[in-house]
């Protein structure tokens, strides 16, 4: 594999990295985005950046009633905090691309579904959302970077989807990939990143009840900058595996590779699991910063989520289930 030049910020450790990648704690991480004068009541005040529930596509549908089988036991990201830190590197490799992400076109947003299905189709994203029931779910968020979130998301299971696609028995995976539209979003413009974005789970993930297609966030349409009209969130994994975006839904025999392997194979795989007791090969795993308290907690394998995921890599051990 080649010398790769441009690396993510996540190739940083996060105590060497700029406030673009802030680690540090709640006063500092205000710091960070020029807010240090601003009491914590005043920085809570800022609004939410986000699509108006009005203009967001099917937002007749929120808010869709909590599911209570998926709950946590930390508090809620607020929005205004985490709706100002994403990963979206289609609109640049820093943290702070929501501006970027509003010129995003999501409605109309026509998925392609193809590969090992019966029959291949495109379907209208308001037209897909008017055939599942939307749900939220209180999830997890951890990202490799060590940082983690709370997100309140709304959505559907991503079995459901599964169901409407009708894959044909020799599928084996579900490939998803980004929009690319580099007029749009500046970082596509960078040659040397593998655009589209893909991401890839087996059957046997996609058919589990975590795995969900996220529609919205916060009891609203989702914002842009979080990977409208829809991406997944697959809570056990590291975040780099919850496309945002998706554009395109094949079914294939063959395992996908996803975005960050085809970069830097040695460093993010296909199974990505969270396991605090293996370190990413620059940094530890161990534990996690929380975004909007700074606090540091213990990491949990599969995020907290082990009871439900385990059984799904049963046989696999000799595999980098954790990278
Ligand atoms: N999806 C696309 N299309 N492009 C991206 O750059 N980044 C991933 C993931 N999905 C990414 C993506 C990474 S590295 C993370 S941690 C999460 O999105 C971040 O999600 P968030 O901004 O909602 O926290």
């Known amino acids: 594999m080649a010398q790769i030049i441009h690396k993510p910020s996540w190739h940083i450790d996060e105590a060497l990295a700029t406030p673009h990648s802030v680690f540090l704690d709640r006063r ?11 009491g914590l009541a005043a920085a809570a005040a800022l609004a939410p950046v986000r699509v108006r ?12 009633k909590r599911n209570e089988s ?8 607020p929005e205004e905090i985490n709706s100002r830190y994403n990963n979206f590197y289609e609109f640049g490799s820093h943290k702070q691309i929501w501006r970027a992400a509003q010129a995003l076109k999501t409605n109309p947003w026509d998925i392609v579904v193809d590969g090992l299905v019966e029959e291949p189709f495109t379907i209208g994203f308001e037209d897909l959302v008017g055939r599942v ?8 968020h951890r990202c490799v970077e060590a940082w983690s979130m709370t997100v309140p998301w ?18 084996k995976y579900i490939r998803f990939e980004t929009f690319m539209d580099p007029d749009v979003a500046g970082g596509q413009k960078q040659s040397w990143y593998p655009w589209p974005y893909i991401e890839g789970v087996t059957m046997e993930e996609a058919g589990n009840d975590l795995a969900f297609m996220v529609t919205g966030a916060y009891g609203q349409p989702i914002a842009k900058q979080f990977g409208a009209p829809l991406r997944l969130a697959l809570p056990w994994k590291y975040g780099f595996k919850s496309i945002k975006s998706i554009k395109r839904i094949s079914f294939t025999e063959t395992r996908p590779v996803s975005f960050w392997e085809a970069i830097l194979p040695q460093e993010y795989g296909f199974w990505a699991n969270v396991n605090p007791e293996v370190p990413h090969p620059r940094w530890s795993q161990a534990q996690e910063r929380i975004l909007h308290t700074g606090e540091r907690v213990p990491t949990l394998l599969f995020n907290g989520y082990a009871e439900q995921v385990a059984h799904l890599y049963d046989g696999l051990e000799g595999q980098s289930l954790y990278m």
């Not at 529930?53 to 869709?64: I, M």
């Not at 079995?159 to 028995?169: E, H, I, Q, R, T």
Request: aromatic share 12%.
């Open 28 to 38: 500092e991480l205000l710091k960070g985005w020029g807010l240090a004068g601003l």
């Open 133 to 140: 029931a939307l749900e939220e779910r209180l999830y997890r």
């Open 70 to 77: 998926y709950t946590i036991d930390r508090p809620l990201t």
């Open 154 to 171: 709304t959505g559907f299971a991503l079995a459901d989807f599964v169901s409407l696609a009708k894959p044909l028995s020799s599928a």
């Open 53 to 64: 529930a009005a203009e967001g596509p099917a937002a007749q549908f929120y808010p869709a």
